[in-house]
């Protein structure tokens, strides 16, 4: 029995890797990019960040997106703004829309900027088209192939899915049947006095094991983004009986609408008051007559450890409160909350960056190692047994 399911779990390990290792190539070397992503965009374009001199006083919520939307294309609204509590940031006001019917990535983006306003002047220092900015591009290779939300997803979704299994199986070829000391010092250590082809099989079994969890914790993260049934089921099994949240709504007001600067100055005067030891403030703004202001704090590089808000567009009022701290939440909803540092590498801030950073590398080298095997294994093998499963073993 056992040895049946190695011979499955070898073979799944061998097919599935061999049709999808072009995929996780890709997959793995944009993750390697985007780990550090936001240190990166800093170095790079140091202008948009940061303003030329710290005011004393910042100009109103209200003054800083009029200025914002003077800056955009004709007709075009913002719909979000990240406040920074480090006083020599500037405010970075995005508006965009996508096609979620397109086949290509320039076709699912309409449009993408960003606005980057110094919020002591109102100057507008740049406002980029953020559909080319290079980074936006890698993380669209990441998510969906630039092949769209419908086709590209879908398959980066079930690559992702394939990958699980292909870890799992190689965990199952990994350790050995009979076990000896020689062959427990292979299965943690690379031989590097060996020849080429031992020194790469050394590497796909040996780098493979050490970078699993990290690499299992990316499938399960990605899952939950790329099937909507597999994070509700999560979400409600680990719930139980604890009561689904609902989605707050403005009360429409049916007098003129006047009221959306003082509204902004109260959200934007609310936000400022609290950055004190938090990291960022995130606005987004009303999607529809009934949607409302969602206000989050950030307390660090970590998107999970945040306050929430929703502001009634008409009047301002606070709707809805929720900081992370808060226990009246179920574990899935709490579990749903960490997905992004989760996938990213934040949750435990820049340690675990590191790891998932030297984890994706190695899922980079993975289905080249893992190909060199299979090519190796196929000069080895006599013709009369072409149809003979061989399995590696640990020497």
């Known amino acids: 029995m056992k040895l049946k399911f190695r011979k499955i779990s070898y073979q799944l390990h061998l097919w599935l890797g061999l049709t999808s290792g072009l995929i996780v190539v890709i997959?793995?070397?944009?993750?390697?990019?985007?780990?550090?992503?936001?240190?990166?965009?800093?170095?790079?374009?140091?202008?948009?960040?940061?303003?030329?001199?710290?005011?004393?006083?910042?100009?109103?919520?209200?003054?800083?997106?009029?200025?914002?939307?003077?800056?955009?294309?004709?007709?075009?609204?913002?719909?979000?703004?990240?406040?920074?509590?480090?006083?020599?940031?500037?405010?970075?006001f995005r508006t965009l829309k996508m096609n979620d019917e397109a086949w290509t990535y320039w076709g699912t983006y309409l449009y993408y900027y960003r606005i980057y306003v110094d919020p002591y002047t109102g100057k507008v220092q740049e406002v980029e088209d953020a559909k080319k900015d290079f980074f936006e591009i890698v993380l669209d290779l990441h998510r969906r192939l630039l092949l769209g939300e419908k086709i590209g997803k879908t398959i980066t979704g079930y690559s992702t899915l394939v990958l699980a299994v292909i870890l799992l199986s190689g965990l199952v070829i990994w350790y050995p049947r009979k076990m000896s000391k020689a062959m427990l010092k292979g299965m943690f250590f690379i031989k590097v006095s060996a020849n080429w082809k031992r020194i790469n099989y050394d590497a796909h079994n040996v780098l493979g094991f050490y970078a699993i969890i990290p690499l299992l914790l990316i499938s399960y993260s990605a899952l939950i983004w790329s099937f909507k049934d597999v994070d509700k089921w999560v979400k409600n099994t680990l719930n139980g009986n604890t009561p689904t949240e609902k989605r707050v709504k403005?009360?429409?007001?049916?007098?003129?609408?006047?009221?959306?600067?003082?509204?902004?100055?109260?959200?934007?005067?609310?936000?400022?008051?609290?950055?004190?030891?938090?990291?960022?403030?995130?606005?987004?703004?009303?999607?529809?007559?009934?949607?409302?202001?969602?206000?989050?704090?950030?307390?660090?590089?970590?998107?999970?450890?945040?306050?929430?808000?929703?502001?009634?567009?008409?009047?301002?009022?606070?709707?809805?409160?929720?900081?992370?701290?808060?226990?009246?939440?179920?574990?899935?909803?709490?579990?749903?909350?960490?997905?992004?540092?989760?996938?990213?590498?934040?949750?435990?801030?820049?340690?675990?960056?590191?790891?998932?950073?030297?984890?994706?590398?190695?899922?980079?080298?993975?289905?080249?190692?893992?190909?060199?095997?299979?090519?190796?294994?196929?000069?080895?093998?006599?013709?009369?047994?072409?149809?003979?499963?061989?399995?590696?073993?640990?020497h």
């Not at 008051?273 to 999607?287: I, Q």
């Open 250 to 394: 403005s009360i429409i007001s049916f007098e003129e609408f006047s009221n959306r600067e003082n509204i902004l100055n109260l959200i934007g005067n609310t936000m400022e008051k609290e950055l004190k030891n938090k990291k960022s403030a995130l606005v987004n703004f009303p999607k529809s007559e009934d949607g409302t202001y969602y206000a989050e704090l950030t307390y660090d590089g970590r998107q999970y450890r945040n306050e929430h808000f929703n502001f009634d567009q008409y009047s301002g009022d606070i709707l809805k409160s929720q900081s992370y701290k808060n226990n009246n939440i179920g574990y899935g909803t709490a579990l749903r909350e960490r997905n992004y540092d989760l996938h990213t590498g934040s949750i435990l801030g820049l340690t675990t960056r590191i790891i998932y950073f030297l984890a994706a590398i190695i899922a980079l080298s993975l289905p080249i190692t893992g190909f060199i095997i299979y090519l190796n294994k196929k000069k080895k093998k006599p013709k009369h047994k072409k149809n003979k499963v061989v399995f590696p073993s640990h």
């Open 27 to 92: 997959m793995a070397s944009t993750g390697c990019i985007l780990v550090f992503e936001e240190e990166l965009k800093h170095m790079v374009h140091p202008n948009r960040y940061y303003v030329e001199n710290i005011g004393r006083n910042k100009l109103s919520l209200s003054e800083l997106t009029e200025k914002a939307e003077k800056a955009l294309p004709e007709g075009l609204k913002v719909k979000r703004v990240v406040m920074s509590s480090d006083p020599s940031r500037t405010y970075v």
